[in-house]
């Protein structure tokens, strides 16, 4: 009974995940550009059963995830609070800089960060945002003078990527390049377009993930069961040969 119960467990262990994302998916519903996360399941090793036919058939082992991705679609926009906010119409991504490394967003929910004479544009972690060529934008506050917010809004870079939907996921709705999604690249205008004073809504679909849940959860419910019966077989066997 072994096959079945590691059958069994890697169901168990691979929608216990499919749930985690789901339930992370459904708490962002609110987010601002948040991009909901996706899975993709793929069987496990598939052996000859010791049965006489002709036919060959052949025993499955169970599943596991083999990869997940972002849903990088645009979502609906929704009027925003300041003249700083922006939503990228088309594809595109906001680079911004906390330092240490280079990360991408759409949440445009911009604000202005105040160092002595210098006021930067950053997001609402504090991060950097940065311009086309990489750079902080930034302007010089004079005594008496207000922050012109048209013009660090149009210093704004947007970036892309060949295969945006492998971008890997980081805290605070911010995320990496890697292998997979190639350099980030520079687009110019006429790829996208900015609206300002708009911000992009959460791509969460609050119908499909319940019903992603809901499939997910009877998934592990039937997984779970495949272990108890198995568990119930060893058992009947033990007492047989007692």
Excluded at 70 to 85: C, F, H, P, V, Y
């Amino acid at each position: 009974m072994k096959p079945a119960f590691y059958t069994g467990a890697s169901g168990l262990i691979a929608f216990q995940s499919r749930l985690d994302v789901v339930g992370n998916n459904i708490a962002n519903s609110n987010t601002i550009a948040y991009k909901p996360t996706t899975t993709s399941f793929n069987d496990l090793l598939y052996t000859e059963m010791y049965v006489n036919t002709q036919n060959d058939p052949l025993s499955g082992h169970g599943v596991k995830i083999i990869g997940t991705g972002i849903d990088a679609e645009q979502s609906n926009l929704r009027e925003g609070q300041s003249t700083l906010d922006l939503a990228i119409i088309g594809n595109g991504w906001f680079c911004v800089e906390n330092g240490e490394k280079r990360l991408y967003t759409r949440d445009g929910s911009f604000g202005i960060s105040l160092d002595g004479e210098q006021a930067y544009l950053v997001n609402q972690s504090g991060y950097f945002v940065l311009d086309a060529n990489g750079e902080r934008i930034s302007t010089r506050v004079r005594q008496g003078a207000s922050i012109d917010n048209d013009e660090l809004t149009q210093r704004v870079g947007v970036f892309g990527f060949d295969y945006p939907e492998a971008l890997t996921p980081v805290s605070g709705n911010l995320y990496s390049e890697n292998e997979l999604t190639g350099e980030a690249i520079v687009l110019t205008e006429g790829q996208y377009e900015l609206a300002q004073g708009y911000l992009e809504q959460s791509g969460v679909s609050m119908a499909d993930e319940m019903v992603n849940l809901i499939a997910a959860q009877r998934a592990y419910q039937l997984s779970a069961r495949v272990v108890q019966t198995a568990d119930e077989l060893e058992q009947t066997i033990n007492s047989l040969r007692a």
